[in-house]
């Protein structure tokens, strides 16, 4: 392989590299707001429900679970 062919790959390679990290980190992110945006929502829903503790955790896992699945 000559030296440009092998510098060539390795810009090739890193660039792939540098894509795979950024889904990674955007899927990441949008666990984090999916999760933000459910922490804020969840008072109002908790208070007009009526909801206990046990039923308020399973609605917080539940959107959460969404928020995996669609992503």
């Known amino acids: 392989m000559?030296?440009?062919t092998?510098?060539?790959a390795r810009k090739?390679?890193?660039?792939?590299?540098?894509?795979?990290?950024?889904?990674?980190?955007?899927?990441?992110?949008?666990?984090g707001y999916d999760t933000?945006?459910?922490s804020g929502a969840?008072?109002?829903i908790r208070e007009h429900f009526g909801l206990t503790p046990a039923q308020t955790g399973w609605a917080v896992s539940s959107v959460v679970l969404g928020s995996i699945?669609?992503?």
């Not at 090739?12 to 666990?31: D, E, K, P, T, V």
């Open 42 to 44: 969840i008072g109002p």
């Open 2 to 4: 000559s030296p440009t």
């Open 12 to 31: 090739h390679n890193f660039a792939y590299i540098i894509r795979i990290c950024c889904i990674a980190a955007l899927g990441g992110i949008l666990l």
């Open 6 to 8: 092998a510098a060539e």
């Open 36 to 38: 933000a945006v459910i």
């Open 69 to 71: 699945i669609g992503a």
